[in-house]
């Protein structure tokens, strides 16, 4: 059973950077892709990025490609998404999830984490 614990949310400036943590475990993790989503209220679960465990492989969505990274540390389990210069759409609550289908929309994961809550102010 793999589990995923998501950390570094919090309150962060307009224009200013966040790194967000994924923190797996279980024994099957290094199987999959692991993809990050979040979601504004009122709004669907949105794709922002995925990144192969074992080949390091990354996808990212129009909406961060050129501010956005997505890596991995292997050794401590830990998958981090990073976006700079970001704006009120960034006011979300953020998810990691394993991929066992389609990287890009939400059907395709099967495991979510609890999500992490990310504030912007002006």
């Known amino acids: 059973q793999v589990q995923l614990v998501e950390s570094g949310g919090g309150l962060v400036q307009t224009g200013g950077s966040l790194r967000l943590s994924c923190t797996a475990s279980?024994?099957?993790?290094?199987?999959?892709?692991l993809g990050w989503f979040r979601q504004a209220p009122g709004k669907e679960r949105e794709f922002l990025a995925a990144i192969g465990w074992s080949g390091g492989a990354t996808y990212r969505a129009d909406s961060v490609r050129g501010r956005g990274t997505i890596t991995r540390d292997g050794a401590k389990n830990t998958v981090y998404l990073n976006l700079r210069s970001v704006g009120g759409e960034a006011a979300a609550v953020y998810y990691c999830?394993?991929?066992?289908?389609?990287?890009?929309?939400?059907?395709?994961?099967?495991?979510w984490g609890q999500g992490t809550q990310v504030t912007v102010s002006p």
């Open positions: 999830a394993t991929a066992e289908g389609s990287l890009y929309w939400e059907a395709g994961y099967n495991c």
């Open positions: 279980g024994p099957t993790i290094s199987n999959y892709k």
